[in-house]
T-cell receptor
Framework: DAKTTQPPSMDCAEGRAANLPCNHS???????VYWYRQIHSQGPQYIIH???NNETNEMASLIITEDRKSSTLILPHATLRDTAVYYC???????????FGTGTRLKVLA | DAGITQSPRHKVTETGTPVTLRCHQT?????MYWYRQDPGHGLRLIHY???????DKGEVSDGYSVSRSKTEDFLLTLESATSSQTSVYFC???????????FGSGTRLTIV
């Protein structure tokens, strides 16, 4: 079954890099890994996605291991506004389903 | 979010009554999804659609039905609401693989 595993919570000092890990050992070779975040009770917001290579955009960087079984989302200079729940997900093989886990609650500390 | 709206935003209803939530998009995306979110459970997929009249079940589909008669609308119906269906419901849309979802703002549903 498609499943992701993330630590339930993490703290990060403001201005430091936040590194959020995700295990997705059941991912298939042609499925993307996606990351989202949810601030308070708002709808989740797309951050970044990747397949094999590392990716970077204006919000974050994504590092995917060579075997693709895990990835790390990096917020290079965390701010208080980055306090949120972060989810990684991928498409269950042979379906159009994206299964989310319980995510990581990141708290950025002043 | 731009391009996707959920209605109503809040609803309180009684046990045993039918309830329909609406998700409307203006992006012409093929894929639409309904998730529910409860404390301690993250986001759980209820049903999804991969085209007009094409739908399939998610993780927690019991007690829910969906319909998609046109590209822009995806309806979620609770046929006989129960207190366990009190939750926040999110709709999401996507053009396909390789693109992220866009989520709606959510519907907070309370069954009393």
């Amino acid at each position: 079954d498609a499943k992701t595993t993330q630590p339930p919570s993490m703290d990060c000092a403001e201005g430091r890099a936040a590194n959020l890990p995700c295990n997705h050992s059941t991912i298939s070779g042609n499925e993307y890994v996606y990351w989202y975040r949810q601030i308070h009770s708002q709808g989740p917001q797309y951050i970044i996605h990747g397949l094999k290579n590392n990716e970077t955009n204006e919000m974050a960087s994504l590092i995917i291991t060579e075997d693709r079984k895990s990835s790390t989302l990096i917020l290079p200079h965390a701010t208080l506004r980055d306090t949120a729940v972060y989810y990684c997900t991928f498409q269950a093989s042979g379906t159009y389903k994206y299964i989310f886990g319980t995510g990581t609650r990141l708290k950025v500390l002043a | 979010d731009a391009g996707i709206t959920q209605s109503p935003r809040h609803k309180v209803t009684e046990t045993g009554t039918p309830v329909t939530l609406r998700c409307h998009q203006t992006e012409n995306h093929r894929y639409m999804y309904w998730y529910r979110q409860d404390p301690g459970h993250g986001l759980r997929l209820i049903h999804y659609s991969y085209g007009v009249k094409d739908t399939d079940k998610g993780e927690v589909s019991d007690g829910y039905s969906v319909s998609r008669s046109k590209t822009e609308d995806f309806l979620l119906t609770l046929e006989s609401a129960t207190s366990s269906q009190t939750s926040v419901y999110f709709c999401a849309i996507s053009p396909g693989t390789g693109f992220g979802y866009t989520f709606g703002s959510g519907t907070r549903l309370t069954i009393v």
